[in-house]
């Protein structure tokens, strides 16, 4: 029971490495994903905004004329967010623009904006919320109805006509961000710098160039979050296998008395006791594999649309490397509780 235990306790770390990883690269390939799916070259964000911001409307919307002015730009237009409990927030768009630029979106139910109080959902926030063609939402301290439900990824997974969302706001004439769609894709680094130049305080990206920024590590929040995750499994793993371990060389005192009695030496004993940690460790690493499509599964089934969990391989070794080493060094404390031991008390030990 104990080594089984021990066993899944090494596991759950594991699985806890795997799964935060895994749910982080699901979330920003998710924003990279929408982000392409605009089918714009190059985005305009607020000046001092994060990748990951979600700013509300602090740019003038006079900036998309000129932006559309500029030599070899053939569309541009802005949106404006609104944040939202949790992860999602909701997007105002010019939806005649967006469909120039993008293709429009493609409806699984219902179909575009037939008046200002309506809204259009993905097809996962659409299952997540149980929503369909017709219903209505409160969000922002207003009513919306469900005019459509569309593929999801492009530009967001709730949207709103654009001057409708920048009145709730309070930001009339303000964008959160504009795209720009550029006539030759041999000319977007010839637009790229111009708009550069003329907009020195404006974050400036290529799409492609965005996306590229979308890594844990370049989002310092969810950098430092699993750091201390993994710094908490980490404990956990260490107090585990300490207590495993402390515990596994109490009800073998009797056995380590014999081993030195008839003559084991210290490091003989470390070596058992190593070896067996490793392998308790070993196995725990594999059972969180596993147990890591068990939360992935819950994800897509119990909590459909929540959160995406992606399977990250180059993440195994990292987390298994990290069990290990948080289990071995529970073992050092018992290993030499159990190599002073003295052979005559061992042996007398009831």
């Known amino acids: 029971m104990r080594t089984v235990l021990s066993v899944l306790a090494i596991a759950v770390e594991v699985s806890m490495i795997l799964t935060l990883v895994g749910v982080s690269y699901g979330t920003l390939d998710g924003t990279a994903r929408r982000a392409r799916g ?3 070259d190059i985005m305009i964000r ?3 905004s994060a990748v990951l911001g979600l700013s509300t409307a602090p740019m003038s919307d006079d900036l998309v004329d000129f932006v559309a002015k500029q030599p070899n730009v053939a569309l541009a237009t802005g949106t404006a967010i609104q944040p939202l409990s949790g992860f999602d927030s909701i997007t105002g768009l010019d939806l005649d623009q967006f469909s120039k630029m993008s293709g429009g979106f493609h409806f699984i139910e219902g179909g575009p904006f037939a008046s200002d109080q309506d ?4 097809e996962y926030y659409a299952k997540e919320k149980r929503l369909h063609v017709g219903d209505k939402v409160q969000l922002i301290n207003h009513e919306w109805r469900v005019a459509g439900i569309f593929e999801s990824g492009k530009l967001a997974r709730i949207c709103v006509r654009i001057t409708v969302l920048q009145q709730l706001m309070g930001n009339e004439h303000h ?11 041999d000319h977007i680094q010839k637009v790229l710098s111009g708009l550069r130049a003329k907009m020195p305080a404006y974050p400036i990206y290529t799409v492609e160039e965005f996306t590229s920024l979308l890594s844990i590590n370049s ?5 430092n979050f699993i750091g201390v995750v993994i710094g908490v499994a980490v404990i956990v793993g260490f107090i585990v296998v300490f207590m495993a371990m402390y515990t596994a060389v109490l009800e073998r005192t009797r056995e380590i008395g014999i081993l030195k009695a008839v003559g084991a030496s210290s490091g003989f004993i470390l070596n058992l006791l190593f070896r067996e940690t490793l392998l308790l460790s070993i196995l725990g690493t594999f059972a969180g594999i596993l147990l890591t499509y068990v939360t992935q599964w819950l994800m897509q089934h119990a909590v459909p649309a929540s959160l995406t969990q992606e399977t990250v391989y180059t993440w195994w070794p990292i987390a298994g490397g990290i069990a290990i080493l948080g289990a071995l060094l529970g073992v050092v404390v018992p ?3 159990a190599v002073r031991q003295d052979a005559t008390e061992a042996l007398s030990y009831e």
């Open 46 to 48: 607020p000046p001092g």
């Open 219 to 223: 989002v310092g929040l969810l950098r």
């Open 119 to 122: 809204m259009l959902i993905d």
């Open 38 to 40: 605009v089918g714009a």
């Open 335 to 337: 290993g030499i509780k």
């Open 175 to 185: 964008l959160s961000q504009i795209y720009v769609k550029v006539d030759s894709p």
